[in-house]
């Protein structure tokens, strides 16, 4: 039985100190006195006191250690709390780096194993790890944070909870040593704990957490079928309908959504069945769909064919409070027989505000569009009154006329008013008028008058014709609307197919994209694309949760597409499954070709998965072919040298004077150094490849630095020229690897430059970033060829093969940027090839370390 997967709480903080970790031991006793199982699995107490005493008598579990460069570090043991099976674990700092050589890079995927273990866990992030927010926090407060967390981590959190304070209430905790060191407290209340900065990182922390507790909602409304309008966040739609005024409706609802709080701004635009815009008005729509996004908002296209309906059906759905739309651009005689789509709206708005926006383009009669006379139920009721009213007025007002006009006039000019009535009305109308017009003119033009009779047979042969007259003229009429109801569907199913290829195209996950275009053009509740598990098996099983799995979805998603509200098959092992109501047939045929483009995007993103499994499997390859070929040789010299010379030690000590001996140790020596090197070079190398090379950046004076550098190289390095100002600015910098790489960049100056011309090693300012140059004046490298130096093993095919296996240069440039800086290649004036080094900066307020809890 499948373990049930722990659940996480994270304790959330705009900045250190604000209680995290305080906050998270005090519900870990909580937990422990109600009788829970709780064990402290690692804390950072940062040597505060009062947070020390907070652990009391929790069983805490004893850290591992680590060794890493000569140096032991204590790391958090997921192995002796899996082991130790608590039912809750208090695991601080979720985005901490763990030492390299560790199970895992980072503690939250640590923390993922205790979870999946079904170990329950409560930790601490500051907004300041967020991998969203890392850039803007820099910005805020001057101080890059190296160690993040991905978003996602944080919101898959069944509970996240802010562990709030004031700005200014921070800075007396400061200033009390309750969170750094008093020599540390007056540089950090300078720079990182100003009271901007703090409300800044507040604010950034409430934002953060708020987005949190809307999709929580959003989760729960969906979950519980509430499709009701709750207020809790102000969310405005505006109302688009290609015409001119609609980059004035959007600005306006983006100034409405502006002044509400910084609210949800969402564009929609209803393609309904009774026709589209012309093409004019699909470039407005192109146009106001850049504008929208450009000011934050977003654009959406749904089907309906009532469009008052459809906006308030997409408004409710994604919760709207706020409803912009445009005032009428209609006659007065057209709003005098129709409400209009704005009044139509407001009455059936319920809780959603509706803003009826005036602007330029009202007093500008809208040119119908293709299909606007369509004959609507609205109109048909119109004809149905006009038929009833209209010819009976009609002939009472002709009545006394009967003496000086003959029947045929009268019948032409009824079978006038038929036609008219069948323009506005359709079918039906024209039928009740031509009836009501037959009996009419029998009735008072037809002798013997007033009565229903007809003792003319001419008469009557002429009242029958104008009735199939009528009824042919409402049949033609009503084929024509028909065609057009057609066309004007067609239409609609083409421009929604038109603005999903342009989503496809425009989004980064189209799979998903496309399920949620989906939904929201059929104001759907979820769409699931599924996968049968068993390949081929029959239709017998679309009922069964048990045959399917979904591949991808928007919203909640459905186990089995015979379950669905719209079973959509795509081929024998596809479905797509539609929840929320059911679709008409031409909605179907849209939706069938979300389906078709959904499975082609199924596809092709596999086929890239496979192109990049199999593009890192080639890479791994050639790397290792690579790799084996260099060793091959590299190893073989030393290792010779050492065997010959072990060997000759072994054989007779009396043949050898003790110079000799002691040369022989030295070779050896030599050799196993180069072997070191080697060895070294290639662990370095895997590394960085695998990112978990990690770099302890410390102030660091170049003018100390490079004369180290050079002793390492001993004698060969004698001549190299320095030119570095003494008051030469501190670089932020590893000093380990940055010995690495003034080692090896220096060691390849010296190998090409002639022996009368040695290398120069020169330093400068430029900006925020100190450069290093190593000047030789050798053969140079083609311009085509400087990005190949730092491929690894390129000193492969050169003639030179004694010299190592071609990963200095690339070592080097990967520990530069693995400290924030950069190696790059520039051809040297006159000749030869300079190594430019950039390296941060060294800013002195950044020397405040800003500690987690």
Do not use: C
Request: charged letters at 25%; aromatic letters at 4%.
């Amino acid at each position: 039985m499948p373990t049930t997967r722990g659940q996480l709480r994270i304790y959330l903080g705009a900045a250190p100190g604000v209680g995290k970790t305080f906050a998270a031991l005090e519900e870990a006793h909580r937990r422990a006195d109600r009788g829970t199982d709780v064990v402290i699995g690692f804390v950072e107490t940062h040597g505060r006191p009062s947070t020390a005493e907070l652990i009391g008598d929790l069983e805490v579990v004893p850290r591992h250690t680590v060794e890493y460069r000569g140096s032991s570090f204590e790391e958090f043991d997921v192995d002796a709390v899996i082991a130790r099976a608590p039912a809750v674990a208090l695991v601080d700092e979720l985005a901490h780096t763990n030492v390299p050589g560790s199970r895992n890079a980072k503690r939250w995927q640590d923390i993922d194993e205790l979870l999946d273990a079904g170990i329950d866990v409560i930790s601490t992030v500051n907004v300041q790890h967020l991998e969203s927010l890392n850039d803007v926090v820099a910005t805020i407060a001057g101080v890059p944070q190296r160690e993040t967390v991905p978003d996602e981590v944080v919101r898959r959190a069944d509970q996240v909870e802010l562990a709030d304070i004031t700005p200014e209430a921070l800075r007396r905790r400061m200033t009390h040593g309750n969170i750094y060191p008093p020599e540390k407290v007056d540089a950090a209340l300078s720079n990182y704990f100003r009271v901007g900065n703090l409300t800044a990182l507040r604010e950034i922390a409430l934002l953060w957490l708020a987005d949190k507790v809307e999709d929580q909602l959003e989760q729960y409304r969906e979950d519980q079928d509430i499709t009701a309008t709750w207020e809790s966040k102000e969310r405005v739609v505006v109302a688009l309908s290609g015409g001119d005024e609609g980059d004035t409706l959007i600005r306006r609802a983006a100034r409405i959504a502006a002044r509400s709080g910084n609210a949800d701004l969402k564009a929609v635009y209803v393609a309904s069945g009774d026709g589209l815009t012309s093409a004019r008005s699909a470039r407005n729509l192109a146009r106001q769909r850049t504008l929208v996004e450009d000011l934050g908002g977003s654009y959406h296209q749904v089907v309906g064919v009532s469009i008052p309906d459809a906006l308030l059906e997409f408004a409710r759905g994604v919760n709207a409070t706020q409803l912009v739309l445009g005032a009428s651009r209609r006659g007065r005689f057209a709003q005098m027989l129709s409400r209009g789509i704005g009044v139509t709206a407001t009455a059936k708005s319920g809780p959603i505000d509706v803003h009826l926006v005036t602007h330029e383009h009202v007093a500008k009669i809208l040119r119908s569009r293709p299909g606007r006379g369509l004959i609507d139920p609205g109109r048909r009721r119109l004809g149905i009154v006009l038929a009833v009213l209209g010819i009976p007025a009609l002939l009472a007002a002709l009545n006394p006329f009967h003496e000086e006009l003959s029947l045929a006039t009268m019948i032409l000019i009824v079978l006038t008013a038929v036609m008219g009535l069948t323009l506005t009305g359709g079918m039906w109308p024209a039928l009740l008028a031509a009836l009501l017009g037959f009996f009419l003119l029998n009735f008072f033009f037809t002798e013997p008058y007033y009565t229903f009779k007809v003792s003319d047979q001419e008469q009557l042969i002429a009242l029958f014709i104008f009735v199939a007259l009528a009824l042919g003229g409402a049949a033609v009429v009503n084929l024509s609307a028909a065609r057009a109801r057609l066309a004007a569907r067609a239409s609609a199913e083409a421009q929604t197919l038109a603005t999903l290829a342009g989503n496809v195209l425009r989004s980064g996950n189209r799979l998903d994209d496309l399920l949620e275009q989906l939904r929201e053009t059929f104001s759907l509740d979820s769409v699931t694309l599924l996968e049968r598990i068993e390949p081929g098996a029959g239709p017998d099983e679309r009922h069964e949760a048990k045959s399917w799995r979904p591949v991808a979805s928007a919203g909640d998603a459905r186990m089995s597409p015979g379950d669905a509200d719209n079973d959509i098959p795509i081929n024998d092992d596809l479905a797509l499954a539609l929840h929320g109501h059911t679709l008409d047939a031409a909605d179907r045929r849209i939706a069938q070709a979300f389906a078709m483009h959904a499975a082609a995007a199924l596809e092709r993103e596999r086929l890239e998965r496979q192109a990049e499994a199999v593009d890192r499997l080639t890479d791994a390859d050639k790397l290792r072919t690579a790799l084996l070929a260099a060793v091959s040789h590299d190893l073989r010299t030393p290792l010779a040298s050492v065997r010959v010379a072990v060997s000759s030690l072994k054989s007779n000590e009396d043949l050898f004077t003790p110079a000799e001996r002691q040369e022989l140790l030295d070779s050896a020596e030599q050799s196993l150094a180069r072997l070191t090197a080697l060895v070294d070079n290639l662990l370095d190398m895997s590394r960085l490849q695998a990112g978990v090379l990690g770099a302890n950046p410390v102030p660091i004076a170049l003018d100390e630095a490079v004369p180290t550098a050079l002793d390492e190289l001993n004698e060969q390095a004698a001549d190299v020229e320095l030119n570095i100002p003494v008051d030469l600015p501190e670089v932020s910098a590893d000093p380990g690897l940055l010995q690495r790489i003034l080692v090896n960049v220096i060691a390849n100056a010296l190998r090409f430059s002639p022996e009368d011309r040695p290398p120069l090693v020169m330093a400068g300012v430029h900006g925020e970033r100190v450069e290093l140059r190593v000047v030789d004046r050798g053969p140079g490298v083609p311009d085509d060829d400087r990005e190949a130096m730092f491929r690894p093993f390129q000193r492969l095919g050169d003639r030179d093969n004694t010299t190592g296996v071609g990963l200095g240069l690339a070592l080097s440039r990967g520990l530069a940027e693995a400290m924030g800086g950069t190696l790059m290649p520039e051809a040297t004036p006159g000749g030869g090839l300079t190594m430019v080094l950039a390296l941060p900066r060294h800013e002195p307020h950044r020397d405040v370390e800003i500690e987690d809890e």
